[in-house]
């Protein structure tokens, strides 16, 4: 077969490729309007000092559940509840007024518990119910626990709820998801098991931290619908693959991590699409396959992680022209071919190759080993899209001269996501 008829034989098979396979973005969900805050009662009245905040709203009803809840501490080390006297809760440790919108009047907008470490029977529904102004509550660790109940959505001005490393334990709390506009959900480092139900996703969030559980089972298709920037689902025991909807993300998705799950199969071609994304960690799973060559697509990536996998095949020169890239990790793998872009990244220590199977590079992994992996026949699903590109101007486009330049620009990132992965003290 001579070499014209081969190059015009792969031409033909890309081209069918993407005629069968989308290469512009997919819809993003629709999503219901977030319900309107209540209506202003004339001109809005300007926050007031803590120590006269003048008429308070709801007084009694937060003098007495702080009270309650007060009984029921019975460890303090930071002494919260020692400042938690008198009739003016804006001077509690840990409250934070503001004034009330549709009462024109100061009232609790806000619970900053982190790091308090209290220790007792901390019924979290039981005292936030009592709160009906509140908008922020944030109380990691401590020792909250309880069942989050569905009256939570009745909170009208409630948008962050933070329960990480308490004691809550069970399925997803479900009932956080008919609080709809909530743009800030972290349930990290709990006791949470089971599957995630499909519309924790519809939540219009920002923000989902629900790594470091004990959630099993899938990731719900249902993925795609998410509108949340910063997305970990670290540390758990998900199954299964990565879903193909994660391309619907693409507006708004800039750093999930699913890395440390039992994550099998190969990864989608229409992770290529989201052009927002600077962080993609899917480490320490049994992923497999090549990469997609949509990965070209991703301009703005700046931290890759597929280390501690199943990967095999060439790395794509396209995705080492990635004009951010500044940490690519591909390590403990079986990629066996690397091209010239690659191998500059290599050299100049932005991208790790370690344990992998490429002939002439040091620290590989034993030939037999290697010879091993390639002597089981080895495919994925829809293997036309892997050679899919997504974009009208992958970065295969620029120059070597280019390259080298943006790439040496590149700023150090500042990643969301990899803090949440910490555990704080109790």
């Known amino acids: 077969m001579s070499s014209a008829f081969y190059i015009v034989l792969m031409a033909l098979f890309i081209l069918g490729c993407q005629g069968q396979y989308p290469t ?9 309007p977030r319900p309107p805050f209540p209506a202003l009662k004339g001109h809005l009245l300007p926050r007031r000092p803590p120590n006269n905040p003048g008429p308070l709203s709801n007084r009694n009803l937060v003098i007495f559940i702080a009270q309650e809840l007060k009984r029921n501490i019975t460890s303090d080390p930071k002494n919260y509840t020692g400042s938690w006297v008198g009739n003016n809760y804006c001077l509690y440790k840990g409250f934070y007024c503001d004034t009330v919108p549709d009462k024109n009047i100061t009232g609790l907008a806000g619970i900053d518990f982190n790091g308090a470490r209290f220790r007792g029977n901390l ?5 936030v119910r009592f709160l009906p102004d509140i908008a922020i509550f944030h109380a990691n660790s401590n020792n909250f626990s309880g069942l989050i109940r569905p009256n939570i959505n009745k909170l009208r001005y409630f948008y962050e709820i933070d329960l990480s490393n308490n004691g809550f334990q069970g399925g997803f709390p479900a009932s956080i998801i008919g609080a709809i506009q909530l743009t800030f959900v972290d349930v990290r480092f709990n006791t949470y098991n089971g599957r995630v139900p499909p519309r924790v996703f519809d939540i219009q969030t920002d923000v989902l931290f629900i790594n470091n559980n004990k959630f099993t089972q899938r990731i719900p298709s249902a993925f795609g619908n998410t509108t949340a920037r910063y997305i970990t689902l670290a540390n758990n025991n998900f199954i299964g693959s990565i879903p193909q ?9 800039t750093e999930v991590l699913f890395l440390n799950n039992r994550l099998t199969g190969c990864l989608p071609y229409e992770i290529g699409f989201l052009q927002r994304a600077t962080v993609f960690d899917a480490g320490l799973n049994i992923l497999t396959g090549p990469i997609p060559q949509s990965f070209a697509c991703l301009k703005n990536l ?3 992680s ?3 996998n199943q990967f095999y095949g060439r790395i794509p020169d396209s995705l080492c022209r990635l004009p951010k890239a500044y940490n690519f990790t591909l390590s403990y793998n079986y990629f066996n071919s690397i091209g010239p872009y690659c191998r500059r990244l290599v050299r100049i220590r932005k991208l790790d190759v370690r344990r992998n199977c490429i002939p002439g590079f040091p620290g590989q992994r ?3 080993e290697c010879t091993g992996f390639y002597s089981i026949p080895r495919s994925c699903p829809r293997a036309g899209s892997y050679n899919v590109i997504t974009c009208p101007n992958p970065a295969a486009s620029l120059s070597r001269s280019q390259v080298a330049a943006l790439q040496d620009m590149a700023p150090a990132p500042a990643p969301v996501t990899y803090k949440a992965l910490v555990e704080p003290p109790r």
């Open 24 to 32: 512009t973005p997919p819809p993003t969900p629709r999503h219901p």
């Open 306 to 308: 597929l280390a501690h």
């Open 366 to 368: 034993p030939a037999s």
């Open 245 to 253: 909807s994660i391309g619907q993300t693409w507006k708004t998705l």
């Open 302 to 304: 700046q931290l890759l």
């Open 123 to 127: 019924n979290f529904y039981r005292f």
